[in-house]
């Protein structure tokens, strides 16, 4: 089956800095990679997805890229704000059939004044 | 985006007891809801997917006599933990997904916790 590797699993940064959190997967079948963040006690939110027909995806201070060769992406926050402190999963799936996603351990970030 | 609700938020139940966990689709129609396990401060652990009308798949290891999976229409599906015991004291969070879309959306989760 999938494994999805995360790293790093905390990350501190300064506001305004960037902040870069990347994984790996083992199935090169995977195609759809969310990206979820999820503050304490509350549910995961969807907030970017790419899919392995594209290379990058950007949405305002938050982008994703792909390697499908290499079989890892990364999330990317510019300008980070303290309300960027979450925890944040990769995930991977095959659309289609199932979808089911395979999840990253997590990175803890927290983004300090 | 779509809202998928969980209920109940919060139980606590007696070793031995079963509770039933509701996932809803509250806006849309979900075929598919995914059932998930969450320990603290670590990843979501998919336990199963709950096929509307069909039986549910179950992830390796994950016994489907303890957790009893019905999704009996587009916008409900149910876990039971049956038999309860401390160890299955968890959080336990749903997803749907929204049919000819990738997304899974999450419920807000359930904290069993067995006593």
């Known amino acids: 089956g999938e494994n999805v590797e995360q790293h790093p699993s905390t990350l501190s940064v300064q506001e305004g800095d960037s902040a870069v959190i990347k994984c790996t997967y083992s199935?090169?079948?995977?195609?759809?990679f969310p990206w979820y963040k999820q503050e304490l006690g509350k549910r995961p939110q969807l907030i970017i997805d790419i899919r392995s027909n594209v290379g990058e995806k950007k949405d305002q201070r938050i982008a994703v890229t792909l390697n499908k060769t290499a079989k890892h992406f990364s999330l990317h926050i510019t300008e980070t704000q303290p309300e960027d402190s979450a925890v944040y999963f990769c995930a991977a799936g095959v659309t289609g059939g199932g979808n089911k996603l395979t999840f990253g351990t997590g990175t803890q970030l927290k983004v300090e004044l | 985006g779509a809202v998928v609700s969980q209920h109940p938020s919060r139980v606590i139940c007696k070793s031995g007891t079963s509770v039933k966990i509701e996932c809803r689709s509250l806006d849309f129609q979900a075929t598919t809801m995914f059932w998930y396990r969450q320990f603290p401060k670590q990843s979501l652990m998919l336990m199963a997917t709950s096929n509307e009308g069909s039986k549910a798949t179950y992830e390796q290891g994950v016994e489907k006599d303890k957790f009893l999976i019905n999704h009996a229409s587009l916008t409900l599906s149910t876990l039971t933990v049956t038999s309860a015991h401390p160890e299955d004291s968890s959080f336990y969070i749903c997803?749907?997904?929204?049919?000819?879309?990738?997304?899974?959306?999450f419920g807000p989760g359930t904290r069993l916790l067995v006593l």
């Open positions: 199935d090169s079948a995977s195609n759809y």
């Open positions: 997803s749907a997904r929204v049919p000819y879309e990738e997304t899974q959306y």
